[in-house]
C-alpha cells in the first residue's frame, strides 16, 4: 500500500482527498423516450457486388431513421473517389495500384463473372431494365439522409489518397479504435 | 374501400428497393406530425418493406392494399 501511496503517478488518477461527493444524477430521459437506433457497416470492398448492398442497406436504414455510419476501409476506399481523379497516390506502386482499379462510383467490377467488364455491363442493363438505383443515385441518397462515411486513415496512407482526392462531404479520418467504438454502441453492424 | 384525406401524394411506380423507402422519408421530412401520405408502388417487396418501415420510424401505417400488382399505403407522420 504504501509503495503504492508513493508513486508519483496514482496522485495524478486518484486524487487522495478528493471529496467523495457522487455528482448530481443526470437528468434521466424520459423513458418513453427510445434512443435512436444505431447501424455501423464496414464497407471493405471497392467491388460493385458488395458497394451496392452497402449502399441500399445504408440509405434505408438513414430512411428509416436509423442512424447509419459507413467505416470505408481498404478497396472500400476507391468507389469514393472524386469523379475527375484518375491516378492516385504518389510512388510508383501507388499509381500502379490505381491504374489497375480504376477508382470512382462509376467504374466497379464484380467480385465474380466480371469477364473484363461484361458482368458488370450486363448488371447495369438489367439494372435499368428493372429501374434499380445505380451505385451512385444511391451515394446520393444516403449523403442527401445523412449516412456518414468515415475514410480509414491507414487506408489513405497505404494508397497514398489525400482527402481532396475524396468526395466531398465524407467525414473526417479515422482508426480502428473509432471503428470499434462505434461498432459496439450499434445495434448493428455490418461487415460488407 | 375506406377514403381517407390524403396530404401528400407520392408516385413511386417503377422504382425498386430501396428508392420508394427512400423517397417517402424524404418527402416525410417536409410534412408535420398528422399529415397523411399515399404512397403508390409497383415493388413487391414494398408490402412487407411500409409495414417494417412504419414499424421502425413509428409513422403510422394507416393503408395497406394492393390491386393487380400496384400497392398503395397511407401513412400517417408520428
Known sequence: ??????????????????????????????????????????????????????????SAAAASGVQCKVFVTFWGLLPFVKDGVRV?????????????QRPG??????SKMNFLGMGPWMMGTLRKQYQIASPRELLEAC????VEFIPCQMSMDMFGLKRDDLIE??????????A????????????? | MALIQVDKVLDARGLACPMPIVKTAQLMKTMTAGQTLEVVSTDAGSIKD??????TTGNLLLESSSDAAVYRFVLQKA
Open chain 1, 105 to 110: 462510383i462509376d467504374h466497379l467490377k464484380l
Open chain 2, 50 to 55: 411500409f409495414a417494417a418501415w412504419s414499424r
Open chain 1, 1 to 58: 500500500m504504501t509503495l503504492v501511496a508513493e508513486s508519483p503517478f496514482v496522485s495524478t488518477l486518484t486524487p487522495p482527498h478528493a471529496p467523495s461527493v457522487a455528482p448530481d444524477p443526470a437528468p434521466a430521459a424520459a423513458p418513453d423516450a427510445p434512443r435512436t437506433k444505431q447501424m455501423v457497416i464496414v464497407n471493405w470492398s471497392g467491388e460493385l457486388d458488395r458497394i451496392w448492398p452497402t449502399l441500399i442497406l445504408a
Open chain 1, 143 to 146: 449523403q442527401a439522409l445523412g
Open chain 1, 88 to 100: 492516385t497516390g504518389d510512388g510508383w506502386m501507388q499509381k500502379m495500384l490505381s491504374i489497375m
Open chain 1, 169 to 178: 462531404g465524407m467525414a473526417d479520418p479515422a482508426g480502428a479504435a473509432t
Open chain 1, 180 to 192: 470499434i467504438e462505434i461498432m459496439t454502441e450499434a445495434d448493428a453492424s455490418l461487415f460488407i
